[in-house]
């Protein structure tokens, strides 16, 4: 059973995706939660410890469920990578932490602590899978396995934005399989 706590990062985490940080405030937390504005007090200070909550949150649940797909997925590195690109992802929703980024409050530095360790890890273990690869001989030796990263993480945030600004929900998806095509002629047997 969730706790009144749990409710509140829950319901922000929602708020989050759909309206952002600047966008979101104390009222709306309570409004779609039901909770009492005394139990929102007891459990945070401030909006912005609700938030920070909510970030941390997110970016345990996306960076459990990219090490999961990576472990779990049979197959090479491109397998691997692949199965991550295609998670089902809504351009028109934007990304549950990339939308975050782009309010003009997101430069405290305590609100982008956890989207920057989110983009970190998802980059690292992106860089290691590479890095993997490329050491296995599976891999083109020109390769940058940091610079595939960075193109693999903009790939899906770009998209992201394009799709959005284009009001296309499937440019993700069609992003995503552009880049596997590109990245499958890197791969050696």
Avoid at 12 to 39: F, I
Avoid at 59 to 84: C, H, M, N, P
Wanted: hydrophobic letters at 40%.
């Amino acid at each position: 059973m969730a706790t009144t706590r749990d409710l509140l990062v829950d319901t922000m985490k929602q708020l989050l995706w759909e309206r952002g940080y600047d966008a979101t405030s104390p009222n709306h937390v309570l409004e779609r939660s039901g909770v009492g504005k005394g139990s929102f007090y007891h459990h945070f200070k401030s909006k912005k410890d609700l938030a920070i909550a909510a970030m941390e949150s997110r970016a345990d649940e996306l960076i459990a469920e990219f090490e999961q797909i990576i472990r779990s997925t049979e197959g090479d590195w491109l397998d691997k990578v692949s199965a991550y690109l295609l998670l089902p992802r809504d351009a028109l929703k934007g990304c549950r932490m990339g939308r975050i980024v782009q309010d003009p409050s997101v430069e405290d530095p305590a609100l982008i602590a956890p989207l920057q360790r989110y983009f970190v890890a998802i980059h690292q273990g992106l860089s290691a899978l590479y890095a993997k690869a490329q050491a296995e001989g599976k891999l083109q030796p020109e390769c940058s396995p940091d610079g595939l990263a960075t193109a693999t993480v903009s790939v899906i945030q770009g998209s992201f934005v394009y799709g959005r600004a284009v009001v296309q929900a499937g440019v993700v998806t069609a992003a995503c399989e552009t880049f596997i095509g590109l990245l499958a002629v890197q791969r050696l047997n």
